[in-house]
């Protein structure tokens, strides 16, 4: 069982910038794909970011690439998403997730989600 646990989320005006901070914990999360998720009101979830836990790997989607980075800290056992330029379209509950293979194949784990809302 892997835990996982959000925070940092909070309602900031466009422009401005918020870090998201997810801390895991459980049996064997060391060899999980980690990323994550958003859903915004009214749409389905959707992938965002991900990283192994060694760093040496990362995905963004485009929408955010430029603004977002992705992050792992082994010693701390987190994964960070920082957020910069943040636009009301990044409105959303966002979600930490663990995966025992890829991350958008089948996640195994998610956390309790934490609501970033940017207003314009």
């Known amino acids: 069982q892997v835990q996982l646990v959000e925070s940092g989320g909070g309602l900031v005006q466009a422009g401005a910038s918020l870090s998201l901070s997810c801390v895991v914990s459980?049996?064997?999360?060391?060899?999980?794909?980690m990323g994550w998720f958003r859903q915004a009101p009214g749409k389905e979830r959707e992938f965002v970011a991900a990283?192994?836990?060694?760093?040496?790997?990362?995905y963004l989607i485009d929408s955010v690439k430029g603004r977002f980075t992705i992050s792992s800290d082994a010693v701390k056992n987190t994964i960070d998403l920082q957020m910069n330029d943040l636009k009301p379209e990044d409105t959303a509950v966002y979600y930490c997730?663990?995966?025992?293979?890829?991350?958008?194949?089948?996640?195994?784990?998610w956390g309790q989600g934490t609501q970033v809302t940017v207003s314009s």
């Open positions: 997730a663990a995966a025992r293979g890829g991350i958008l194949d089948e996640v195994n784990y």
């Open positions: 459980g049996r064997g999360f060391s060899s999980y794909s």
């Open positions: 990283i192994n836990w060694s760093g040496t790997s990362t």
